[in-house]
């Protein structure tokens, strides 16, 4: 399809949903529905640039009561593009797993066998920012856009992953009722880090004392992932164009790309989509 500026944009569409062209992509996401679970695997869903990397690293720390990153990356445990048979997915020991697809895409183990699932979501306009740096970064399509035209295309829904107001709701809608599924707000994680590690840890049945509860939360802040996590430097970072997954890390920075305009169409198209929310509430500022 074409932006509004007449810029060709691929996508692979599978189900109604838009994914990146990758060449053997579709058969890939079909057999990551068919991915065997285990019932302790942790999974960790979001919707892309909704802050899976933070999530993943502050789980594995809760599991293991430290206060210490990963030697690993993320990436390698991202079932959306890692090999499925590879060594890091397959290990014996207990897996953080990482997507980011919608509730219809996902592994169908990850249901059957009540796995816990932690739910990550961000406010769509900072989403909308983040996301357009990334892609911007590793994809000539999204490269040829100015932010306004992925602005456009992002309400559509027409960028990889689909409709974030589809992926929230659909997500929420299965996580009543179930005490397998934890929403974390990546707005709440900036207002008090320290709770929601607490959280997590109660959802994972990890008993965790103050002191390292706290140590957790201190070296998961964003300035300590920051300067001391080293990165993953494969894939969509051969180019070199990626400098950093992390990049602000602020709730808010979209009223630094959102012209009036932009700004008007979208809170629009979110009063409208977001009377199906289901109790969705989103902020897009901190109190």
């Given at each position: 399809m074409r932006s509004r500026q007449g810029c060709p944009v691929r996508y692979l569409q599978?189900?109604?949903?838009?994914?990146?062209?990758?060449?053997?992509?579709?058969?890939?996401?079909?057999?990551?529905?068919?991915?065997?679970?285990?019932?302790?695997?942790?999974?960790?869903?979001?919707?892309?640039?909704?802050?899976?990397?933070?999530?993943?690293?502050?789980?594995?720390?809760?599991?293991?009561?430290?206060?210490?990153?990963e030697n690993d990356f993320m990436e390698r445990y991202l079932v959306d593009f890692e090999d499925l048979s590879s060594p890091a997915?397959?290990?014996?020991?207990?897996?953080?797993?990482?997507?980011?697809l919608p509730c219809q895409h996902a592994p169908l183990g990850v249901f059957e066998k009540g796995v816990k699932i932690i739910y990550v979501m961000r406010n769509p306009k900072d989403v909308a920012v983040s996301a357009y740096n990334h892609l911007a970064s590793?994809?000539?399509?999204?490269?040829?856009l100015s932010f306004s035209d992925f602005?456009?295309?992002?309400?559509?829904?027409?960028?990889?992953?689909?409709?974030?107001?589809?992926?929230v709701f659909?997500?929420?809608?299965?996580?009543?009722?179930?005490?397998?599924?934890?929403?974390v707000k990546y707005e709440d994680m900036k207002r008090d880090l320290l709770?929601?590690?607490?959280?997590?840890?109660?959802?994972?049945?990890?008993?965790?004392?103050?002191?390292?509860?706290?140590?957790?939360?201190r070296a998961c802040s964003f300035s300590c992932m920051k300067?001391?996590?080293?990165?993953?430097?494969?894939?969509?970072?051969q180019d070199g164009l990626i400098h950093s997954v992390y990049r602000k890390g602020q709730v808010g920075d979209w009223v630094n790309w959102f012209s009036p305009e932009d700004n008007e169409q979208?809170?629009?198209?979110?009063?409208?989509?977001?009377?199906?929310?289901?109790g969705v509430t989103v902020d897009f500022q901190l109190d």
């Amino acid at each position: 399809m074409r932006s509004r500026q007449g810029c060709p944009v691929r996508y692979l569409q599978m189900d109604g949903v838009l994914y990146p062209p990758l060449p053997g992509y579709a058969a890939h996401l079909k057999q990551v529905q068919n991915f065997p679970c285990r019932s302790d695997d942790v999974w960790i869903f979001g919707y892309p640039k909704s802050g899976n990397h933070w999530m993943w690293e502050m789980v594995n720390m809760v599991l293991k009561h430290r206060s210490e990153f990963e030697n690993d990356f993320m990436e390698r445990y991202l079932v959306d593009f890692e090999d499925l048979s590879s060594p890091a997915l397959s290990r014996d020991s207990r897996r953080v797993l990482v997507s980011h697809l919608p509730c219809q895409h996902a592994p169908l183990g990850v249901f059957e066998k009540g796995v816990k699932i932690i739910y990550v979501m961000r406010n769509p306009k900072d989403v909308a920012v983040s996301a357009y740096n990334h892609l911007a970064s590793v994809t000539d399509d999204f490269r040829n856009l100015s932010f306004s035209d992925f602005l456009s295309l992002y309400m559509d829904g027409k960028v990889y992953y689909g409709d974030w107001y589809d992926h929230v709701f659909s997500w929420f809608a299965r996580c009543r009722g179930s005490r397998n599924i934890l929403v974390v707000k990546y707005e709440d994680m900036k207002r008090d880090l320290l709770t929601e590690v607490k959280r997590v840890a109660k959802f994972l049945d990890q008993p965790m004392d103050g002191d390292t509860a706290d140590r957790i939360a201190r070296a998961c802040s964003f300035s300590c992932m920051k300067q001391g996590k080293r990165e993953y430097s494969g894939k969509w970072r051969q180019d070199g164009l990626i400098h950093s997954v992390y990049r602000k890390g602020q709730v808010g920075d979209w009223v630094n790309w959102f012209s009036p305009e932009d700004n008007e169409q979208f809170d629009k198209r979110h009063e409208e989509r977001m009377q199906q929310s289901g109790g969705v509430t989103v902020d897009f500022q901190l109190d």
